[in-house]
């Protein structure tokens, strides 16, 4: 599983105080946050409830009403672009790659942007990515609409891990894709984590994600946060997490993090 954090690890993410709020209506109401370096949490509500709008405000897309995002001690929105780059990586919903460039040129993009390396070492660079990733080397020429839907989040994953952050930011990354798909890409993320020690922020949906790689889970609900392991959030007494968590679709979810753990 994932790397634990120690309890006297200073958070390597903090949020305090976070308000949101759309016109009157309030979506987060003074939400806390700490995740500790090495860890894999999961962010799941809801429709509206405000997952993506909770992560933009952590990656400092999105300025909150109110509350400060620390990312390793420091102010989210006072961190210029390419120290923010060389902390975070992002996958974004649907990959988000360039249509025009190929995968590739996807992955050096970043580099591109933040660094001087020569070109020679970006290729050599995003052919270990590519690597890092699951892809075959080949998969490098291609263009995205020329991959399938899991290789098109692995390249996304690639180019996330671009610049070796210390945090992935994934929004759901298993979205979209077939049940063998979605598990290759769990392990993948868990493989991350155990290997490079990459601490792994996930928004999603897939029950299955959140069960078997997620040492925490973030609940968004009522405009709150209820953050623990899913083994006590089972024993919640709020409507919406009992429905969640012992619902049909969980029996599966848990019967695949038993099977992950060899019971």
Do not use: Y
Request: aromatic share 4%.
């Amino acid at each position: 599983m994932n790397i634990q954090a120690k309890a006297n690890t200073e958070p390597i993410i903090s949020a305090r105080g976070i308000i949101n709020r759309f016109g009157a209506q309030v979506v987060h109401d003074r939400i806390n946050l700490d995740i500790q370096p090495g860890e894999i949490i999961g962010i799941a509500g809801g429709s509206g409830t405000g997952k993506s709008v909770l992560l933009k405000t952590l990656i400092g897309l999105h300025r909150p009403d109110a509350g400060e995002v620390l990312l390793d001690g420091k102010a989210v929105q006072s961190l210029g672009a390419a120290e923010k780059a060389s902390l975070i990586g992002v996958l974004f919903q649907q990959g988000a790659l360039f249509s025009s460039l190929s995968v590739a040129n996807n992955i050096m993009f970043p580099m591109r942007e933040h660094t001087s390396l020569p070109i020679e070492e970006r290729e050599r660079l995003a052919a270990t990515k590519l690597e890092l990733a699951g892809l075959p080397a080949e998969s490098g020429i291609k263009f995205p609409s020329a991959l399938s839907g899991g290789m098109v989040k692995r390249a996304a994953l690639a180019r996330a891990l671009a610049l070796d952050p210390r945090i992935l930011f994934l929004d759901e990354p298993t979205s979209d894709l077939d049940p063998i798909a979605a598990s290759g890409i769990d392990a993948l993320i868990r493989k991350l984590n155990d290997s490079l020690g990459v601490t792994v922020v996930i928004v999603t949906h897939d029950l299955t994600t959140l069960f078997t790689i997620c040492g925490r889970i973030a609940i968004l609900v009522d405009q709150k946060l209820t953050i623990d392991t899913a083994d006590k959030l089972m024993q919640s007494n709020h409507p919406w997490i009992r429905e969640l968590f012992h619902g049909p679709r969980a029996e599966g979810a848990f019967l695949a993090r038993n099977m992950n753990h060899g019971n």
